[in-house]
Each structure stands twice: as C-alpha cells, then as structure tokens.
C-alpha cells in the first residue's frame, strides 16, 4: 500500500514522470490504447530505473504473465475505475490504498514465490497483491485489520475465482498461527517487524517488509531465515507505506 519514495530514486526520469503525468489525467486515462499493457511497460522502466538497488533488472516471464492475468479494475473503487492501469497507488477508502503496480510486483519477485508456496500476506487491502501472488502458484493467507476492506477483498476473490486465497480480519501483528509455518511473507504496511511473522516464517524462508529505519523513514527489507533458523536482512529500496496498525 505504497509508493516508490521519488526523492531517493533519482534514476526515475523526467520523461518517465511525464507519462506518468498524462496517464493520470482524465483524458490520457480514457484515451490510451490497451492500459493494462501501458502499465507493464512502466512497470518494466521502472525495474531498469531501479536494478542498481534492488538488484531486479526485469521481470520474470512467469511474473509479467500474473501481472496481466489479474484485472488491476476489479479491485479499485468504481470512481477509481479508469486509473486502474496508470503506476501510482489508489485510495480504496479506510485511509488505505491499492499499491502501486511497480510495488507490487517487485516484492512478489524478492519473495522468489513458487508454484505450491504458502505465503502470509499482512494487509490484504484490496487483495491485489493476494490475486498476484495466486496467480504465482502460491496458496495465500492473507490478514486485514480493517474489517470492511477484508469482507470485500474477501467476496471479491472469491468472486474471481481465486480459491487458493483465505482472507480473514484481524491484527496482522500476530499472523496467522493455525497456518503457521509459511514459506514467504509479506507484509503491505511499513513500521517495525512484528516478532510473531519471524517466528512463524519457515526454515529456509523470506519476509519482505517496509521496515522503519527512522521516524518518517521507510526501506523495503528482505528477511531471510537458514535452514539453521538464523535469521539476516537485506535493505533494497526507500518506499512510503501506510503505517502498521494493531498492536505494534
């Protein structure tokens, strides 16, 4: 539920903020051809735009096929319906947003998901990223505080047919125990690292968080846990999350 933090990504171009510019102008969000494809596109530049931190130069084959299988439409207010495909995060109400398209897939892609992964998801928002991460292969478990958001994204992906997806409302800070262990999680809310997420993250797994490294300050980290049960992190990219609520 976030955003690239533009000021730490200089390698974002002034070209690449003009088209973005214009697709979220009423007429440019009307009036260009196939949107969805447009979306991969600056998804894909902003991958090139930031490979030197993330180390992620492109998207996966298998990745870009999930991003143009999940209708991005389907989870957005009806107000919000023909910026669906522009690359910026959306408000869904509740004081939340749909994330970013560029977000989304590059945390999906740190997780290294694979076909059969059990990933905990902690913020189901919209349940985009749940539907991508379906889409993956992956039998999702995803958490919402917010009660009315988890109902909708609920009845949504059912709706649309994504039957390895569970949501259920509650605290995310404390995960999801009965489904425990989980091979990836994610979380979709930046702030501190929950306690119970690393205990409940399997041996040889990873955890990809907004980690508040300063008031006000926000970096994508991945955690990875050994075989062993060590644990080590790994900062890739300055972003701006809405906070974690619950019992932090």
């Not at 509740?94 to 059969?116: C, K, N, R, W, Y």
């Not at 749940?130 to 039998?139: N, P």
């Not at 259920?168 to 979380?187: C, L, Q, S, T």
Request: aromatic share 6%.
């Amino acid at each position: 539920m976030m955003n690239m933090k533009s000021r730490h990504v200089t390698a974002v171009t002034t070209v690449l903020a003009a088209l973005l510019a214009l697709a979220v102008s009423p007429a440019g969000a009307q009036t260009a051809p196939n949107r969805q494809d447009r979306m991969l596109e600056e998804i894909a530049a902003d991958y090139r735009a930031t490979g030197y931190l993330t180390g992620r130069h492109r998207m996966s084959a298998a990745l870009k096929a999930a991003l143009a299988r999940v209708p991005r439409h389907a989870f957005v207010p009806d107000a919000m319906v023909e910026y669906a495909y522009v690359n910026r995060p959306l408000s869904i109400g509740h004081g939340q947003t749909i994330s970013q398209p560029f977000i989304v897939a590059l945390m999906s892609d740190l997780l290294d998901v694979e076909p059969g992964c059990s990933v905990l998801e902690i913020g189901t928002g919209s349940g985009y990223q749940a539907a991508v991460l379906a889409e993956l292969g992956a039998s999702v478990y995803s958490v919402e505080i917010v009660v009315p958001l988890a109902e909708q994204a609920a009845s949504r992906l059912r709706e649309l047919g994504y039957s390895n997806v569970e949501v259920k409302a509650g605290d995310g800070n404390y995960g999801w125990p009965e489904a425990a262990p989980f091979d990836r999680i994610i979380v979709t809310a930046g702030g501190r690292l929950p306690p119970a997420l690393l205990d409940q993250l399997a041996a040889g797994g990873k955890l990809i968080i907004p980690l508040e490294s300063a008031p006000g300050e926000q970096v994508l980290t991945v955690f990875e846990k050994s075989p062993d049960g060590e644990v080590s992190q790994r900062a890739v990219l300055p972003v701006r999350f809405v906070p974690i609520t619950g019992d932090t």
